[in-house]
């Protein structure tokens, strides 16, 4: 069965440091990627998708990126963070089988 | 890209109905259903791919009508385990797997 992981699960940063988030999907194989971020009580917002590796399409063009350097691992980066980068980020892979988006744990990221 | 979703909130006591809007300005492809309870990542509910498609889920069901590009969520005889933000994820017929969700539908359930 697949099985999606997302990590680290809490984070607090201060404005300015660098972000690394790492997802990994296991169970199935050419994935498509996504990274969302969901701000505190909103919806979900679509910042990057992959439909394969090196292959990234941005939503957001911030000061956000996101990297798929294998088949089945997407990261999200930046080299600085700003105040408004706090939220909460979750990875997803469809599924085409029963066309459902499988939601990794989430990673929370406070901006100080 | 964004569907927009109705009502924002709502408050139900146990066995009321409740029905969730969800509109797109685009073509849909799909519509798909989430249920996210507070902290945790969102749970697949059901997809719908045909126009005029209903599914069922327990006492959950949806329509979807391809030509209004709107889909809706019924919660039959709700249950406090309804609870939660509900959310459609829309996926347009030229922007193929790339899923935009709706801003969210804040539903509670009290005894």
């Known amino acids: 069965s697949q099985t999606i992981h997302q990590w680290p699960a809490t984070l607090v940063q201060p404005v300015g440091s660098p972000l690394s988030l790492e997802c990994t999907v296991e169970g199935t194989s050419n994935p498509n990627l996504y990274w969302y971020r969901q701000a505190a009580g909103r919806g979900l917002q679509l910042l990057f998708y992959s439909v394969g590796i090196g292959q990234i399409s941005s939503e957001v063009p911030q000061n956000l990126s996101a990297s798929r350097p294998q088949d089945r691992q997407f990261i999200l980066s930046s080299k600085k963070l700003l105040l408004s980068d706090s939220g909460f980020y979750l990875c997803?892979?469809?599924?085409?089988?029963?066309?459902?988006?499988?939601f990794g744990e989430g990673s929370r990221l406070t901006v100080l | 890209q964004q569907p927009v979703q109705s009502p924002q909130a709502v408050i139900l006591r146990e066995g009321e109905d409740a029905v969730i809007n969800c509109s797109s300005s685009?073509?849909?492809?799909?519509v798909h259903w989430y249920r996210q309870k507070h902290g945790e990542a969102p749970v697949f509910l059901m997809i719908l791919l045909k126009g005029g498609e209903q599914k069922g889920h327990d006492k959950i069901s949806a329509s979807f009508n391809e030509k209004k590009q709107q889909s809706s969520l019924y919660l039959t005889a709700s249950q406090l385990s309804y609870s939660g933000t509900y959310f459609c994820?829309?996926?347009?017929?030229?922007?193929?797997?790339?899923?935009?969700f709706g801003t969210g539908t804040s539903l509670t359930v009290i005894p």
């Open positions: 997803s892979f469809f599924d085409r089988g029963p066309g459902e988006l499988f």
């Open positions: 685009k073509a849909l492809y799909s």
């Open positions: 994820g829309t996926e347009s017929l030229n922007t193929g797997n790339q899923f935009y």
